[in-house]
């Protein structure tokens, strides 16, 4: 049930389409780019969003080895990532989120998914302190992704619930996995909420002496 549960909860975070931040591209070409490397990158995922993952690892690759800055190379690397997990699952995106995690914060996330996925705790302890460096260990921290607009607030703080859930760090687990259920974003992924969901049914109405939320194993 656990895998079952989390497996749900990744397909979902990595079934969204990813987004290109900052500058933007029309459907009928580039806008004008003062540096050819940004220009491939957006390309990379304007096709990247349309489901040709094919292409975009073509254009990621070309970025890569066109003399990027350090930050160019990171994001190159994170969209290789992802394109990588979008088409053989988060395994064969890991030694890209690894170069890039540094550089490109939405590579911490596409790590921190891989180490739940495992289903280890020591791997999950992993997971928790990439998010925490990210801040969002604090609820009133709102993550906005780099790239990835569809790794929302709310799919990032249920990621780091359900890692607090396996740490046995319940009441940590709970705050997070209850913000994550509040959000009222636009175009909320009802697999996401239903996960969550599962996860607070197990923590609810069991509390300690100190007033915080555990759950019973």
Known sequence: MRKILLGAFLATLLTLHLGCG???IGETGLATYADPVGDVL????LVFNKGSYKSAKSEFDSAIHMNPSPKQLAD?????????AKENG???GLP????AQELNKDARVGLAGYYLDLCDKSSF???IELLESLGVQNINRKY????????SDMNVHALLGLLYYYANRYSEAYAQLKYSQQINEPLPQADVKQVTSNFLSKLEGVVGSDGKTYVLD
């Open 22 to 24: 900052g500058s933007t």
């Open 42 to 45: 957006s390309n990379g995922w």
């Open 76 to 84: 190159a690397y994170a969209g290789m990532g992802f394109a990588l």
């Open 90 to 92: 988060l395994v064969d």
């Open 96 to 99: 890209y989120f690894e170069k």
């Open 125 to 127: 302890h992993k997971g």
């Open 144 to 151: 906005v992704p780099e790239y990835n607009k569809d790794l």
